[in-house]
């Protein structure tokens, strides 16, 4: 949802304020118009089902895990949907009145508190699951972040993070963060001069965002970041596909889609420049298993039908009751 500009004279905003107190109305409208953009998205049961479907074909995820989901916003349906599976849930986010409304709206469970990503107020090893939704790109280290959750991470977890991808292209220019079109394709000079504008005189930019995307992203930059940071192994979406699943079920043209692109490295490659913006990160086991192999377990049902339903980066910008999530 894009917001009117701000009713101010730019020439003469900062004639008696400090240009480090930036725009008068950056703060007070994100605390307005974020949850308003909550409002516009849909149930999110049937996403999270299946985003946990994909995690367990990478390390056991059934239900009775602990998961840590890292700026939950004033309405984490993430972690009330996790509670609801069965899982013991914890979030965190920087922004004290978020966490307020965070425990209101989980019916005041204690269960979110405040703090950064890269200062995670949360015990080493402590942690089955990490879920990081639009923050990466916020943050001010993202390697701090990531040696947080690697941190936070009991070994053989993952961290399932969804950022910004720098080679995502869109018709109209839309990269889920700014309302200026192909930003992300922008020269980092002229980005920076933009987030400049969006702090300073302009806060419709980036939809009042106080802390602007400053971070955009390829597969591999992620990958090569998650190694500096201790993490081991990378999956994208597709390869989490099953060609015999739900996405190419009574299709052969999408099992050989799948199979293609999971076998052939030119074609992964060309497919993660558009969907490289979402990753699994796993922290290998001290002794080099994983665990709950796909052969000694119980595979989860999934519920979908295509991978552009997993809807797991709206072109809008966000922060983040179907089926129980069953065991056949």
């Known amino acids: 949802?894009?917001?009117?500009?701000?009713?101010?004279?730019?020439?003469?905003?900062?004639?008696?304020?400090?240009?480090a107190e930036g725009h008068p109305e950056l703060a007070r409208g994100y605390l307005e118009?974020?949850?308003?953009?909550?409002?516009?998205?849909?149930?999110?049961?049937?996403?999270?089902?299946?985003?946990?479907?994909?995690?367990?074909?990478?390390?056991?995820?059934?239900?009775?895990?602990?998961?840590?989901v890292v700026g939950c916003g004033p309405r984490p349906e993430t972690m009330r949907v996790l509670k609801n599976r069965g899982y013991r849930v914890t979030g965190v986010d920087p922004v004290p009145g978020f966490v307020k409304g965070a425990e209101e709206y989980l019916g005041g469970s204690n269960e979110v508190v405040q703090g950064w990503a890269e200062a995670l107020p949360l015990p080493d090893s402590s942690q089955d699951l990490i879920l990081c939704e639009s923050v990466l790109e916020h943050v001010g280290s993202p390697r701090a972040a990531l040696v947080e959750m690697h941190r936070a991470l009991r070994p053989g977890g993952?961290?399932?993070?969804?950022?910004?991808?720098?080679?995502?292209?869109?018709?109209?220019?839309?990269n889920g963060e700014y309302n200026v079109p192909f930003f992300n394709w922008l020269p980092p000079m002229l980005q920076e001069?933009?987030?400049?504008?969006?702090?300073?005189?302009?806060?419709?930019?980036?939809?009042?965002?106080?802390?602007?995307?400053?971070?955009?992203?390829?597969?591999?930059?992620?990958?090569?970041?998650?190694?500096?940071?201790?993490?081991e192994r990378f999956?994208?979406?597709?390869?989490?596909?099953?060609?015999?699943?739900?996405?190419?079920?009574?299709?052969?043209?999408?099992?050989?889609?799948?199979?293609?692109?999971?076998?052939?490295?030119?074609?992964?490659?060309?497919?993660?420049?558009?969907?490289?913006?979402?990753?699994?990160?796993?922290?290998?086991?001290?002794?080099?298993?994983?665990?709950?192999?796909?052969?000694?377990r119980e595979r989860l049902d999934v519920k979908s039908d295509s991978i552009e339903r997993l809807h797991l980066r709206p072109d809008e910008p966000t922060s983040p009751s179907g089926h129980p999530f069953e065991r056949k």
């Open 235 to 296: 999956y994208s979406l597709l390869d989490l596909l099953l060609p015999e699943g739900p996405f190419a079920h009574g299709t052969c043209w999408k099992r050989r889609l799948v199979k293609a692109l999971q076998h052939s490295a030119w074609l992964r490659a060309l497919a993660l420049t558009q969907t490289g913006g979402v990753i699994v990160m796993f922290k290998p086991n001290t002794n080099g298993a994983v665990n709950g192999s796909l052969h000694k």
């Open 33 to 68: 118009t974020f949850p308003t953009n909550l409002d516009h998205q849909p149930d999110g049961t049937p996403r999270i089902d299946r985003l946990l479907n994909c995690m367990d074909r990478v390390t056991d995820a059934r239900p009775r895990k602990d998961v840590l």
């Open 158 to 174: 993952i961290a399932f993070v969804i950022t910004t991808n720098r080679l995502r292209f869109h018709l109209l220019g839309r």
């Open 193 to 231: 001069s933009y987030v400049f504008r969006h702090l300073h005189y302009d806060p419709t930019l980036a939809s009042y965002s106080t802390h602007p995307a400053v971070h955009w992203f390829t597969f591999a930059e992620l990958c090569r970041l998650g190694r500096e940071c201790g993490f």
């Open 1 to 19: 949802m894009k917001s009117t500009k701000p009713k101010f004279e730019t020439r003469s905003m900062y004639r008696d304020r400090r240009l």
